[in-house]
């Protein structure tokens, strides 16, 4: 008796094409439209104006929303070629720390808040 190999084991029939290799080189991706660059005033992309008001914005309000056991401390890291502060804020309760660099614009941004010299005077003066 004979016995049936691999070459008599056929395949069902199936009603999906039989894969192609793409040819070497060829990407599924190139073809689809590049996204253009965003403005640099986008306010909610990119890396202008915007982008450093976010961020200004999101430390006044963790300033202003920290509770009493919050450390916060400025100071001056470089003069030339451009004055340049360090922001750090940390919150021994939730073991968190944010270190963030300003230029002297956005640190007179940030500054401009009341609240925010009040908070930075009582822990100069702690």
């Keep these: 008796m004979r016995r049936a190999g691999p070459a008599l084991i056929t395949r069902a029939r199936s009603e999906y094409p039989v894969p192609v290799m793409k040819p070497h080189g060829r990407f599924k991706l190139t073809n689809r439209r590049q996204p253009s660059a965003p403005p640099a005033m986008d306010p909610l992309r990119g890396t202008g104006f915007g982008r450093c008001q976010r961020i200004v914005d999101s430390l006044r309000l963790q300033i202003l929303s920290g509770g009493p056991e919050q450390y916060l401390r400025i100071r001056q890291i470089f003069s ?47």
């Design 80 to 126: 030339s070629p451009r004055e340049i502060y360090r922001v750090e804020i940390r919150e021994p309760e939730l073991h968190y720390n944010r270190t963030t660099l300003l230029d002297a614009d956005a640190l007179e941004d940030l500054l401009e808040s009341e609240e925010i010299r009040d908070r930075v005077i009582l822990q100069h003066e702690g």
